[in-house]
């Protein structure tokens, strides 16, 4: 038999293992059975090691989508690992374990074989991580609620949102107490200052609502019904003659 017979064999043989390994460890994927990525640190958060689970946690959320192991990523299910880890570090008291749980809880990723996507797996890790001041938690909470058209709890997330420094939280209970939403009390000016925050804080749609037309109307017409100066009654008269032909 020559060398490149030989070559050959070897290769076919070579595939047909990796084939075969394919659908064996998908099915093991759930428990992460023909994986070897990190395993000192998966017996240290075994162990006890919070951050050693958020690393392996980070290790399989890590893949991206244009690298070549993404194809692999999906077939072993790393979507449903990163969730997995995250959770054993969120068991363990971390505020970041316990927010990573909640995203890999609420979508489904691209795993071909588990489905980590849970409602409430997603509500219990943003609690537990909006408990410990994480504002991203605290405003994943609020569209949850908004999606489930609960607008009083959703304008009690945001507010715990804004208060820790989240701008969309903050833009998004402006927008609230502007138009009196989630039995909040309409208050145009409350709202704008809240608006003018979330802009501060960087969220460009904020910045783009502060220059909005009816704003700025609904901002005048409260000062001069407020016994505001001459100045802000005649703006809020132009505005009202501008807001026949609105928009421009």
């Not at 017979?5 to 076919?12: A, E, G, I, P």
């Not at 997330?157 to 998004?172: P, T």
Request: proline share 2%; with cysteine; charged share 20%.
């Amino acid at each position: 038999m020559s060398n490149i017979q030989l070559d050959l064999k070897v290769q076919s043989f070579t595939w047909t293992l990796i084939l075969l390994a394919i659908p064996v460890c998908a099915v093991l994927s759930v428990f992460h059975g023909c994986d070897v990525r990190h395993p000192i640190d998966k017996r240290s958060c075994l162990k006890g090691s919070v951050q050693a689970c958020v690393t392996v946690g980070d290790a399989y959320a890590s893949v991206h989508p244009d690298d070549l192991a993404y194809l692999f990523s999906m077939i072993f299910g790393y979507h449903h690992a990163a969730k997995t880890w995250y959770g054993h570090a969120c068991d363990l008291g971390s505020s970041t374990g316990c927010y990573q749980f909640g995203v890999f809880s609420r979508s489904s990723g691209d795993d071909w074989f588990t489905d980590s996507f849970n409602v409430e797996d997603a509500r219990k890790g943003f609690q537990r991580a909006c408990d410990a001041k994480v504002a991203d938690a605290c405003l994943a909470l609020g569209e949850m609620a908004h999606d489930a058209s609960d607008e009083a709890q959703a304008t009690h997330f945001y507010g715990l949102a804004c208060d820790g420094k989240s701008a969309e939280g903050c833009f998004n209970l402006g927008l609230a107490r502007w138009a009196g939403r989630g039995g909040l009390s309409a208050n145009a000016h409350e709202g704008q200052k809240l608006i003018d925050q979330a802009c501060t804080l960087g969220d460009s749609n904020a910045c783009k609502r502060l220059n909005n037309h009816w704003l700025k109307l609904d901002l005048a017409v409260e000062a001069c019904a407020d016994g505001g100066s001459t100045d802000a009654c005649a703006e809020a008269d132009d505005l009202k003659e501008q807001s026949k032909s609105w928009p421009p």
